[in-house]
């Protein structure tokens, strides 16, 4: 039998789960009626939002003869479903080492976008063989030619090898189904060697325990063999063998180039880690394989229990979700505001999103969570250099040298008559312009540096809003660059609030102050006392707004009489006030936390 593995990668929204679905009911694993249903992606998040979270790795049978195989034979095609979002990149690079070629999926109408080609050149890196596809020609708009010489001119796959593909109706998958049969690679390892297999995904089951999705690459997996993690060095009995067709179905064995999933009741979360290498516990192989990057966090952002939620299944919930995603880290934090919680780091602002709304629904956890920030690289008077991702943990400014801020590589492809406005945007977000490069008649590509914490909060939506929806955006990580930056404090009711310091450019410091001062005190309920927000930097305050009391008439049931009266009352009252101003609590709504993300406008 005959194996393939490999990848559809894409740009967002370009149909690669269609494609995948559409592959699927072509090798009779699904039905018609399934196939409108996006199988692959069932997680309800993505379905709602019409986006791929999770890479999926299928199984899928097929009978195939051309001139390379003038016998019919039966080929196993194993392939992974990616996400296109560029918080998402981690995913897609895990899948890429999993396989031996691609599918780079372009759209008819909207032809290379950015993330096309940050894909593009993630496979290449990894020595993959490339399959261009042009998808979606049933549409109207649809113009394939124009789309193919764009891939020629900005990727140099040549433009007549690209096939021609219509998912949703099916038209050309034939084709692609032969020339993954024909131009991809078979996996290059050797079944005789002790068996090596590649950890690429793992999830929670509340009966299994840790369940591992592996891509073997020598050997074979058997089931009832015992199995040592190289990386962890812990040893288990495999009780169950399997793979997704799309559906779970158990194996008795996963042959060299195969991919599937092992159970063995591992009740250990951190006993397995994404990239550690799986081999035979009494004849182990001579040495890992090479795993993964570490993962370059970009945004960080604290979660503290709120409501019901206690600490511990905060900590329990995390710890599972971690598991399966293992771009996400997080780390203990204490807050005098808020109490225990713990410190979480994300590849970008809609992986936070989504790891927030999965600890809420899929864990039933209540929380607070604090606004994002970035990693800031610090130098002391005293030469050491260390990193902090959260304004509160830098030192005394006495002792601060210079504070580096992590620039980024940004590739933007948008439509020519955008450009004036996308410069102006980048020059406003302290960019640094590198160079331009004309694709076609109608569209540029912009390459700038820019600061990360810059870039974080809304600049995608302002992209958007500048190229009428056309826009779209790819960056890399670049350095850390000397900044001219101080850290602005925020007093509530003369309190230091350390979850609402930031990090700001000097130039903009005492205006974003006051902004954020302003949206403070509307999202700051009033109390039975007087409350003043004040914005510093260092001992000096630079901004300063007032919250007032809740009015109560304390004299109403006066009528007339000695003024006296009166006086004593209020007296009394303003004693009250001082006394509440000094031992009160003030209650910070989570909105309050975000208020310091669009402060930034």
């Given at each position: 039998m005959q194996i393939r593995n490999f990848s559809i990668i894409a740009h967002i929204d370009h149909g690669k789960s269609t494609l995948s679905d559409r592959l699927l009911m072509r090798a009779g694993a699904i039905t018609e009626r399934e196939f409108q249903n996006q199988i692959l992606d069932d997680m309800d998040l993505e379905r709602e939002r019409g986006i791929t979270i999770k890479a999926s790795a299928v199984?899928?049978?097929?009978?195939?003869?051309?001139?390379?195989?003038?016998?019919?034979?039966?080929?196993?095609?194993?392939?992974?479903?990616?996400?296109?979002?560029?918080?998402?990149?981690?995913?897609?690079?895990?899948?890429?080492?999993?396989?031996?070629?691609?599918?780079?999926?372009?759209?008819?109408?909207?032809?290379?976008?950015?993330?096309?080609?940050?894909?593009?050149?993630?496979?290449?890196?990894?020595?993959?063989?490339?399959?261009?596809?042009?998808?979606?020609?049933?549409?109207?708009?649809?113009?394939?030619?124009?789309?193919?010489?764009e891939i020629e001119q900005i990727l140099g796959f040549p433009a007549e090898d690209c096939i021609l593909v219509s998912a949703k109706t099916g038209q050309g998958v034939d084709e692609l189904i032969s020339a993954l049969c024909d131009k991809l690679p078979p996996p290059p390892g050797k079944p005789e060697l002790p068996p090596r297999a590649l950890i690429f995904d793992s999830i929670y089951d509340d009966y299994r325990g840790v369940i591992t999705y592996v891509r073997v690459m020598d050997g074979e997996l058997v089931k009832g063999q015992k199995i040592r993690f190289m990386g962890t060095d812990k040893v288990y009995q495999i009780t169950d063998l399997g793979k997704l067709m799309?559906?779970?179905?158990?194996?008795?064995?996963?042959?060299?180039?195969?991919?599937?999933?092992?159970?063995?009741?591992?009740?250990?979360?951190?006993d397995v880690r994404i990239g550690d290498t799986v081999t035979d516990a009494a004849n182990p192989a001579a040495g890992q394989l090479p795993g993964y990057k570490p993962i370059q966090q970009m945004v960080y952002c604290d979660f503290y229990p709120s409501g019901e939620t206690q600490y511990d299944e905060l900590r329990d919930a995390m710890d599972r979700l971690s598991l399966n995603d293992s771009s996400f880290s997080f780390e203990p934090e204490s807050n005098d505001a808020l109490g225990f919680g713990f410190r979480c780091g994300f590849l970008g602002l809609l992986h936070m999103e989504i790891i927030q709304e999965r600890l809420e629904r899929e864990f039933h956890i209540h929380m607070i969570q604090t606004a994002p920030t970035v990693t800031y690289e610090v130098k002391k008077t005293d030469g050491t250099v260390f990193r902090i991702d959260s304004p509160s943990e830098l030192p005394n400014a006495t002792h601060v040298e210079e504070i580096r801020e992590p620039f980024i590589l940004m590739n933007l492809i948008l439509p020519a008559d955008g450009v004036g406005a996308l410069m102006k945007l980048c020059e406003d977000r302290r960019g640094v312009y590198r160079k331009t490069e004309y694709i076609g008649s109608t569209r540029v590509m912009l390459q700038y540096e820019l600061p990360l914490a810059e870039v974080i909060y809304d600049f995608y939506d302002r992209l958007k809003s500048a190229t009428k929806g056309y826009g779209t955006m790819d960056f890399d990580f670049l350095e850390f660059r000397r900044g001219d930056l101080v850290k602005l404090d925020i007093l509530v009711n003369g309190d230091r609030v350390d979850a609402l310091s930031v990090l700001v450019h000097k130039e903009h410091a005492e205006t974003r102050g006051r902004k954020l001062l302003v949206r403070l005190k509307e999202e700051i309920h009033k109390h039975l006392f007087e409350i003043p927000l004040q914005a510093a930097i260092g001992g000096k305050i630079v901004a300063r707004e007032t919250i007032k009391s809740v009015g109560k008439n304390v004299t109403a049931k006066c009528y007339g009489g000695d003024i006296t009266r009166k006086r004593k009352l209020l007296e009394k009252q303003k004693e009250g006030k001082k006394r509440m101003k000094r031992v009160g609590s003030v209650d910070i709504p989570q909105e309050a936390f975000m208020a310091i993300l669009e402060s930034g406008d």
């Open positions: 199984t899928v049978f097929h009978d195939h003869q051309s001139e390379k195989f003038p016998v019919s034979e039966k080929f196993m095609l194993n392939f992974i479903d990616t996400p296109g979002h560029v918080d998402f990149h981690y995913e897609v690079q895990k899948a890429l080492q999993a396989c031996e070629g691609a599918i780079l999926v372009v759209d008819a109408t909207q032809g290379v976008q950015a993330q096309t080609v940050a894909n593009a050149y993630a496979a290449i890196e990894v020595g993959l063989e490339i399959i261009p596809v042009i998808n979606k020609i049933d549409l109207p708009s649809a113009d394939p030619v124009r789309v193919a010489e799309p559906r779970p179905k158990p194996v008795d064995r996963i042959g060299t180039g195969e991919v599937g999933f092992v159970v063995a009741a591992i009740k250990d979360l951190h």
